[in-house]
């Protein structure tokens, strides 16, 4: 499975942005998928996640209420909606494909994953 993140960017805070990653695999519709971002200098940790059919998704406490998990197996592709973005979401991106069709919400839980997309978020 490869996986291409895109939409990262430079926004000021209070803006929005959505990531969108295009998945290879013909199983895409089979995992769950994840977000997960990471800071310099810190370690990678879990945004988002949704279940194989999307009936449910999970988020981290510091984005629930602002961000936004989706996906459309007939596209291979998982988005996540951004909005009201505070400097401290600025982070690289990482959208990744879960062992099973549910999520964990550890990187352990993850075998594919993309090459990541800066989002910057200006005060």
């Known amino acids: 499975v490869q996986l291409q993140a895109s939409g990262g960017g430079l926004v000021q805070a209070g803006g929005s942005l959505r990531l969108s990653c295009a998945a290879s695999?013909?199983?895409?519709?089979?995992?769950?998928m994840g977000w997960f971002r990471q800071a310099p200098g810190k370690e990678r940790e879990v945004v988002a996640t949704?279940?194989?059919?999307?009936?449910?998704?999970y988020y981290a406490d510091s984005v629930k209420g602002r961000f936004t998990i989706s996906r459309d197996n007939a596209k291979n592709t998982v988005y996540l909606q951004m909005n009201s973005l505070r400097p401290e979401d600025t982070a690289v991106y990482y959208c990744?494909?879960?062992?099973?069709?549910?999520?964990?919400?550890?990187?352990?839980?993850?075998?594919?994953w993309g090459q990541g997309t800066q989002v910057t978020v200006s005060s």
């Open positions: 990744a494909a879960a062992r099973g069709a549910v999520p964990t919400t550890t990187t352990e839980g993850y075998n594919y």
């Open positions: 695999a013909r199983t895409f519709g089979n995992n769950a």
């Open positions: 949704i279940t194989w059919n999307g009936g449910r998704a």
